[in-house]
């Protein structure tokens, strides 16, 4: 490990030289390039120099106490400072593997998330909405972009189903962890006598698959357009506007009809599909490497329960890793980076005991 960090601060000095050469910044796309790796090197090469000191402090104690002609209050003083400099070795060591874990590509990647009611029916469309307002309030708080693509709301405020994207450096890697099985316990508004109803909403979220990752066969699109329709089935608009693409290969359908404009209704759908298809490809692609499927924590599987939001004990709990919070009230106002840090640990636990095995 510390082999490969010593040529890699050998390649960010070379990279540093080059930041500076007039020739490279006057060319926009290599500049660019090389400034994402150094940006992306910088914090190894930083915790990698915090190591070499600690470690230079470390071997200077360990000489003082192997000499035997020091006298007893620097021998003491030397003791300290050891045991000070070996734990910091240890630690620091412990998040360079951290920082050396293999990083998924697609961490700085937009995204766009799917959210569906489930069982519960209005119930669950009233929660599909509460945690499309917990997602954007988060997005707000990090100054990234949201953009509805899709919606279908129900009279009483719900949503049977809203796509959105959200846009901002590192959107993937903090909301990439949600899809899955959302549960939620309370009294609904519509309940008369006070009961504690179940009710649960399906997330997926996918990476924003930009159209130079690969190519849709426009022979392999069947497109329809139709009348956008409202909350309770009414129509809300006299033209065609409404865009339904299906993926023949595979069968995949988006609609789309948010917008008034049949063209921007067809560019949001084509955004889904194309995120959705990339998603097909990915999961194909893990699907052969099973210690990359050890190593997740529940992301991708929309089939598994993976959250618990219960209103009468305000409570959180993410059941993937045993999570218990009582601030609900807080975290659906978007303070959920808790949960998030939590999950992101876990799976880099996950990852370096895989590599340890």
């Known amino acids: 490990m510390f082999e490969k960090l010593e040529l890699m601060e050998k390649k960010y000095e070379e990279i540093s030289l080059k930041l500076s050469d007039p020739e490279i910044i006057s060319n926009n796309k290599l500049y660019a390039q090389l400034m994402r790796e150094y940006k992306n090197m910088t ?150 006598q006070g009961r504690i109803h179940t009710s649960t909403v399906t ?6 698959a930009d159209e130079v990752e690969f190519e849709i066969n426009p022979t392999d699109l069947k497109i329809d357009y139709f009348r956008a329709s409202g909350a309770g089935g009414q129509h809300i608009n006299k033209t065609e506007s409404a865009v339904r693409i299906t993926y023949l290969p595979t069968n995949v359908v988006v609609e789309c009809q948010d917008e008034r404009s049949q063209h921007k209704n067809k560019d949001k759908a084509m955004k889904i599909l194309r995120s959705r298809i990339y998603e097909a490809m990915q999961e194909e692609a893990q699907a052969k490497v099973a210690s990359e499927r050890k190593m997740q924590v529940g992301t991708g599987d929309r089939s598994e329960r993976i959250r618990t939001y219960n209103y009468p004990q305000g409570r959180l709990t993410d059941h ?23 999950l992101a640990t876990a799976d880099q636990a996950a990852k370096l005991a895989s590599q340890e095995e």
């Open 43 to 192: 914090p190894i090469i930083e915790k990698y120099r915090e190591y070499l000191k600690a470690h230079t402090s470390f071997s200077d104690a360990r000489e003082l106490l192997d000499d035997g002609s020091t006298d007893k209050e620097l021998k003491e003083l030397a003791q300290s400072e050891y045991e000070e400099a070996k734990e910091a070795v240890e630690r620091i060591t412990q998040e360079l593997k951290i920082l050396l874990l293999p990083k998924d590509p697609n961490d700085d990647k937009n995204v766009i998330i799917e959210i569906r009611g489930g069982a519960g029916g209005e119930e669950a469309s009233l929660f599909a909405n509460s945690l499309y307002r917990m997602y954007t309030m988060y997005a707000e708080s990090k100054g990234w972009k949201q953009e509805i693509l899709n919606a279908q709301p129900t009279e009483l405020g719900g949503f049977k189903e809203i796509s959105f994207s959200i846009e901002g450096d590192g959107a993937y890697s903090r909301l990439k962890y949600e899809s899955g099985v959302h549960r939620v316990q309370r009294v609904p508004e519509t309940e008369s």
């Open 203 to 208: 997330v997926a979220v996918l990476v924003e």
């Open 320 to 342: 993937r890793i045993g999570l218990t919070i009582y601030r609900l009230e807080d975290m659906l106002n978007g303070n959920i980076d808790e949960v998030f840090d939590a």
